[in-house]
């Protein structure tokens, strides 16, 4: 993905809302491992995983081209890029039937495990954008606006535009 303003503020809100998914789970399992006398549930620890893998996945997607642009391959960036988005659909479909299932969810925690769901899906729908953008780069596909300009210009400046 070319570092663009667009690609930067995508990034951004990925760490953000990958802080924000961390923070929140960590309440809700905080609560269960202290206040029951169950442990937390795998769902939530799951959501607990995901953004330590997304933190990761950041530092392998846009610390290190600029550090060392020669260890950064397209195909295990959309591959990372995938992961995170099929990791935060499994976690915040995981958690929103697990508290779906819940004959009493009510008060602050409830909703801070409804926030942590929300929050993973729209870290979901995020990193498959991102996934999008990089499958051009991994499969070399071209976006209808660009065959139709490359189409419509005259040969030499194809050629110049593909070297």
Do not use: D, H
């Amino acid at each position: 993905m070319a570092p663009s303003i667009v690609s930067l503020a995508l990034r951004g809100l990925q760490a953000v809302l990958a802080l924000v998914v961390l923070i929140l789970a960590m309440v809700v399992s905080q609560f269960y491992n202290t206040r029951t006398e169950f442990s937390a549930p795998s769902q939530v620890n799951f959501l607990i995983f995901v953004p330590l893998f997304s933190f990761l996945s950041l530092v392998y997607l846009e610390v290190l081209p600029r550090m060392a642009p020669q260890l950064l391959y397209p195909f295990i960036s959309f591959t990372v890029e995938g992961l995170n988005a099929v990791f935060y659909f499994s976690g915040f479909t995981a958690l929103s039937v697990f508290i779906s299932r819940l004959s009493f969810c009510l008060g602050s925690i409830c909703t801070t495990a409804r926030m942590a769901a929300v929050c993973g899906g729209i870290e979901f729908v995020l990193w498959t954008v991102t996934m999008a953008v990089s499958s051009q780069a991994a499969f070399g596909w071209k976006w209808r606006s660009q065959r139709k300009r490359l189409a419509a210009e005259p040969p030499s400046v194809v050629a110049m535009t593909q070297a």
